[in-house]
């Protein structure tokens, strides 16, 4: 009877042991828990006061983009061009005959001709036409709420909180992109 009874005792032993572990685990997870939240929220406060001021170290930043993001010469045609609007009638010359460029289709018909086609007319003319307000409505409620589409860093959230406002301008500008 005294090795049942030690036995016994020893599993009540084991399970106060595991009982008192498994509770000091606890302790520990909340305890962190609760120091990674105060560590968050110190260093929330303190991008809210330092964060959004204009400070030397953003300036500097700034002045070094926009210093990389500047085109200050060009080479075009075995020819440089310097200065702002030199460059600009050149990129826009550019871009015109890239764009325009029409009467070369007429040079790649002959040879389209003889390829086979994928895509059939009908598929061809549902691609061409322009796409309804509704359809535009279902692609913007299909994205990501915190996702910005664009550079201009608006979310789709913002364009769904304020469709009512802005959704025939929205409609219009898609329509003529």
Excluded at 41 to 54: C, E, M, P, T
Aim: net charge positive; with cysteine; charged share 40%.
């Amino acid at each position: 009877m005294d090795s049942m009874q030690a036995e016994k005792e020893g599993k009540e032993e084991r399970k106060q042991d595991y009982l008192k572990e498994k509770e000091i685990f606890w302790e520990i997870y909340r305890e962190n828990r609760e120091e990674e939240e105060e560590a968050r929220l110190k260093s929330i406060i303190l991008w809210l006061k330092a964060g959004d001021k204009n400070t030397l170290f953003f300036h500097n930043n700034m002045k070094i983009r926009r210093a990389r993001n500047q085109i200050g010469k060009m080479q075009v045609e075995n020819q440089e061009v310097k200065g702002t609007e030199e460059i600009k009638k050149v990129a826009h010359k550019h871009f015109k005959n890239l764009l325009s460029a029409i009467e070369e289709m007429a040079k790649y018909e002959e040879i389209l001709q003889h390829t086979k086609r994928k895509i059939k007319k009908e598929q061809n003319k549902d691609m061409c036409k322009d796409f309804t307000e509704e359809e535009i409505v279902e692609a913007i409620w299909s994205l990501h709420l915190n996702k910005a589409p664009g550079p201009d860093g608006f979310t789709i959230a913002f364009y769904r909180n304020h469709w009512h406002t802005i959704r025939k301008d929205f409609v219009r500008m898609a329509k003529n992109v």
